[in-house]
């Protein structure tokens, strides 16, 4: 049987999906057992998939349970064990089947974050040339040690070749995929999502309309989704996934068919700007409270000089001023107007894979992320050209292009960039 045929789906039981791992080798082997290679998809549905309600052979011996270390009490031993950096997880894992379940759970990470060890990790999707999707993750504290970004196991197999899909984060642990247009099925209802408590791919309830190039967000621990196309056109409807109750319920339509290009939660509500029905510039608010939509003013200061991409941090709203993100500029909701904030005097340029594609809040500062994967970082905390304002490059470059060979290429007339950063989102564990 040849095992390159098919990759996994999602991680089975006996196939953990290595994030943590730095050593990444290329094939379908390097992310499984090499004693038992999963071919068939299995994608779990429950968000604990390793509780295993069978007596584990190993962990009672004589009807009394193992201690998680021995000597030592449990609650001292989780105390001990909480403190490990994230990056070594997946050893903790291999350890023993107690430590497996342990880390497994709600319990161990909530912990963590309780005592303010939670490490937060910039996962990033990027799409080829070819149209093949792929993700990546990033670990801010070894970037000093010389950290890069990681490629990780394939995306489930839905997403492999997929465009216009929505990406959002719900509960800071767990990264969702949302719709998006198959090749060969067209616009898709499904949703998968990654825990990184887990270090797993499960499935979540579809959504109630097919949909592609759509704008989502999340706001009070519930996920939106509104507008886009399907195989009939644009689409006026909006929907809300409850994880409480694990279903999706359609809430009030927008007030015209929209397809969202930029979009950002502001003052408890969710502003969405994009094309109408007509190729016309729209911008729309909606408000959960009343659960109503309304149309906001082309001349309306906000939306005026907004532009993607852009990021809402400690209730202010920020977005890139020119393309490679290296100025940026902040809304003024008092005066209705934008103001430059921060400049690092250091312009890359205007190619392609110089440009911001996307804009994080990441342990209190701001973060882009640009198309050749370089990352950089400023605190909007402190006034703008204070001299405490430094910008700090966390990733130079990756795996993508360099400069030099972005620059031949166009030369030779190849200007088509090989790589484009999708989505960026931040996870915390």
């Not at 910039?122 to 070894?142: E, I, M, N, Q, T």
């Not at 997403?159 to 899909?165: L, P, R, V």
Request: glycine share 10%; hydrophobic share 40%; with cysteine.
């Amino acid at each position: 049987m040849d095992r390159r045929i098919q990759a996994p789906l999602v991680d089975s039981s006996s196939c953990l999906c290595r994030a943590e791992r730095g050593v990444v080798v290329p094939g379908a082997g390097s992310h499984v057992p090499r004693s038992r290679l999963c071919v068939q998809s299995s994608i779990t549905a429950s968000i604990h998939p390793l509780n295993d309600k069978r007596p584990a052979r190993g962990d009672r011996r004589h009807g009394q349970q193992w201690p998680l270390l021995p000597g030592l009490p449990d609650d001292l031993a989780i105390a001990c064990l909480i403190r490990v950096p994230r990056a070594e997880h997946w050893k903790l894992r291999l350890v023993c089947r107690r430590w497996l379940r342990l880390l497994a759970g709600n319990y161990f990470y909530a912990l963590r974050g309780r005592l303010g060890l939670a490490e937060q990790w910039l996962y990033a999707f990027k799409c080829d040339g070819d149209g093949r999707v792929s993700w990546d993750v990033f670990d801010p504290a070894a970037a000093r040690g010389g950290g890069a970004w990681r490629a990780l196991p394939p995306v489930p197999g839905e997403y492999a070749d997929a465009t216009g899909f929505g990406c959002a984060v719900l509960g800071g642990c767990h990264l969702y995929l949302l719709g998006g247009r198959d090749p060969c099925r067209g616009a898709m209802r499904r949703v998968v999502f990654y825990s990184a408590r887990s270090n797993r791919w499960h499935r979540a309830p579809d959504m109630l309309r097919r949909r592609h190039c759509f704008g989502a967000c999340v706001m009070g621990n519930r996920m939106y989704v509104a507008g886009g196309e399907s195989g009939g056109g644009g689409l006026r409807s909006a929907e809300v996934f409850d994880p409480a109750k694990n279903r999706w319920a359609f809430v009030s339509s927008m007030a015209a068919a929209l397809v969202p290009f930029v979009s950002a939660v502001h003052g408890g509500r969710w502003y969405v700007k994009g094309l109408g029905a007509d190729r016309q510039v729209l911008s729309q608010v909606y408000t959960p409270e009343t659960d109503a939509w309304s149309t906001v003013a082309a001349l309306d200061g906000m939306v005026a000089g907004w532009r993607s991409p852009s990021a809402c941090l400690d209730g202010r709203l920020y977005a890139a001023d020119c393309k490679d993100g290296c100025r940026l500029r902040s809304y003024d909701e008092a005066a209705d107007a934008w103001s430059g904030c921060a400049d690092s005097r250091r312009h890359m340029g205007s190619s392609h894979a110089l440009e911001a594609a996307a804009m994080v809040a990441l342990r209190g500062k701001l973060c882009l992320v640009r198309n050749d994967m370089s990352v950089s970082i400023v605190d909007v905390s402190v006034a703008a050209g204070a001299a405490n304002q430094r910008w700090q490059t966390l990733a130079s470059k990756g795996h993508i292009k360099s400069f030099v060979t972005n620059l031949l290429s166009s030369v030779a007339g190849r200007g088509r960039a090989k790589n484009r950063v999708l989505h960026c989102q931040v996870l915390q564990a």
